[in-house]
């Protein structure tokens, strides 16, 4: 049994691939329409979320993104 930080390392080549379309989708656009509501042009901290792939939306509406 692999520990769990060699699990996500394995697992994050391929995280990105399914959720552009479907139910990942679908929850990728309620959590960026979530930030932009609350967040529109203010700063914006990701930490531990993923590979970093709605970080790349917000910095559309909120610049100061990291």
């Not at 930080?5 to 679908?26: E, L, V």
Request: hydrophobic share 35%.
């Amino acid at each position: 049994m692999k520990d769990a930080s060699s699990y996500y390392d394995d697992f994050s080549h391929t995280y990105d691939d399914a959720r552009h379309s479907g139910y990942h989708a679908h929850i990728d656009d309620l959590e960026t329409a979530c930030v932009r509501r609350w967040l529109r042009g203010g700063r914006v901290l990701e930490v531990g979320c993923g590979t970093g792939l709605l970080l790349t939306r917000v910095r559309d509406f909120a610049p100061g993104a990291v």
